[in-house]
């Protein structure tokens, strides 16, 4: 079971790999929004607490900016969430869990992996993988898309078998932080997903990365046992809650 110092400090690794566009500092918080792609990218990332600012005014605060985006406001919620009663206090102005929630998993050790020659690597985002992300996520905005793929610090890679499979790395601070992975319906069960995470394992390898981090829903059996096989374990998970309309 991880500390929620152990919670923090990965949600804080979560909030670098995958970085929205528009974020607003508010006492700790951080407001993302990314014109509605992905969840984490259009959360409140509530992870830390100045305390300058009483609970409710910041809730109140957070709910305008999204609502000025003509967005409803959303939470997303780990045991690391500040300030200590901040679920209470959603959940006594009417917020309601939204979708499954989402297990985050980290090989302590890198797991050792050779990459694939049938996957492309590029650490340029190309219009081809780009094109696979819209679909996978059935968004159109390429702006916003490009800017939420590149905006990490560290350095990033893009995976891609075709135009069946995708997976972005990035590596920072000796981790290996592994998301938008997907693989077309009518490939699945070939082994694309294992060759696209074998062969960004195998470039962090290269870099010196020590660990790895992905995120995916709790209830994905089939993902969560490819992960484990290759070595990740559970750390935590987080959920979203949505304000009522």
């Known amino acids: ?42 959360a409140v990332w509530p992870n830390a607490d100045l305390g300058t600012l009483p609970l409710d005014e910041k809730i109140a605060r957070a709910e305008r900016f999204y609502r000025d985006r003509d967005f409803p406001p959303r939470f997303q919620l780990t045991d690391a969430a500040r300030p200590a009663g901040l679920a209470a206090a959603l959940d006594a102005r009417g917020y309601q869990p939204r979708g499954e929630p989402v297990a985050v998993e980290i090989a302590e050790a890198l797991p050792r992996a050779v990459a694939h020659d049938e996957v492309e690597v590029d650490e340029r985002l190309d219009n081809a993988l780009l094109e696979l992300f819209l679909d996978a996520r059935r968004f159109s905005n390429r702006d916003v898309a490009r800017t939420l793929l590149t905006g990490s610090p560290g350095r990033i890679t893009f995976a891609r078998i075709g135009d069946v499979a995708i997976g972005r790395g990035v590596a920072l601070d000796g981790w290996l932080g592994v998301t938008s992975m997907w693989t077309a319906p009518a490939a699945r069960r070939r082994g694309c997903a294992r060759a ?40 935590h998970e987080y959920r979203y809650v949505l304000a009522p309309e």
């Open 196 to 235: 696209i995470l074998d062969t960004l394992l195998a470039w962090a390898g290269r870099l010196g990365c020590e660990r790895a981090l992905l995120q995916v829903e709790s209830t994905n059996r089939g993902a969560r046992a490819l992960y484990e096989q290759v070595g990740f374990r559970p750390s």
């Open 1 to 42: 079971m991880q500390s929620q110092t152990d919670v923090a400090r990965l949600e804080e690794l979560g909030y670098e790999l995958w970085r929205a566009p528009v974020v607003e500092e508010l006492d700790g918080w951080r407001l993302r929004f990314a014109h509605g792609l992905t969840g984490r990218a259009n």
